[in-house]
């Protein structure tokens, strides 16, 4: 029975990977938004496959704050606030606007829950997975009127 599942799901997978080409005929965009618990996973293979992907860690501000706060002195306010001042000075323009563009683009998407897989502006979205490889075959067999529609 397992030697039969396994090889099932070897050929599930061989013939996903046929078609999945055609469904992707053209580049779709694709956004994961995650957090530090939840982190992509086969991103490079969902490239492969087509999709550009975004990735969006909804916990960037707060590992920003942690990283200018590490090491600073907790006696000394002043010098504390240069040191803060100057590590601020260090972070490009796009890295403080890249710090809200994921949570503003989910909540203009209306994510409910995380981890969240995104399809074009907000079409379409995939719940609760992280494998980004995984996330465009499912896309593509719905958009194809396969087994997961």
């Given at each position: 029975?397992?030697?039969h599942?396994?090889t099932?799901?070897?050929?599930?997978?061989?013939?996903?990977?046929l078609w999945?080409?055609?469904?992707?005929?053209?580049?779709?965009?694709?956004?994961?938004f995650?957090n530090?618990q939840?982190?992509?996973?086969n991103t490079?293979?969902?490239r492969?496959?087509?999709?550009?992907?975004t990735?969006y860690?909804l916990d960037s501000?707060?590992?920003?704050?942690k990283q200018?706060?590490?090491?600073l002195?907790?006696?000394?306010?002043?010098?504390?606030t240069?040191?803060a001042?100057q590590?601020v000075?260090?972070?490009?323009?796009?890295?403080m606007?890249?710090?809200?563009?994921?949570v503003?683009k989910?909540r203009?998407w209306g994510?409910e829950?995380?981890?969240?897989i995104v399809?074009g502006?907000?079409?379409?979205v995939?719940?609760?997975?992280?494998?980004?490889?995984?996330?465009?075959?499912?896309?593509?067999?719905?958009?194809?009127?396969?087994i997961?529609?």
């Open positions: 029975m397992m030697k599942l396994a099932s799901l070897a050929v599930s997978a061989a013939l996903s990977l999945a080409p055609v469904c992707l005929a053209q580049s779709v965009a694709v956004s994961f995650g530090n939840y982190q992509p996973t490079e293979a969902a492969q496959l087509g999709a550009s992907v990735v860690n501000q707060v590992n920003l704050e200018l706060a590490d090491g002195p907790v006696n000394d306010l002043d010098k504390a240069a040191i001042r590590r000075a260090q972070i490009s323009q796009q890295e606007v890249n710090l809200f563009t994921g503003l989910a203009e994510l829950r995380f981890p969240a399809f502006q907000g079409e379409s995939v719940y609760g997975v992280t494998d980004l490889e995984q996330a465009v075959l499912l896309w593509c067999d719905h958009q194809t009127g396969g997961g529609q």
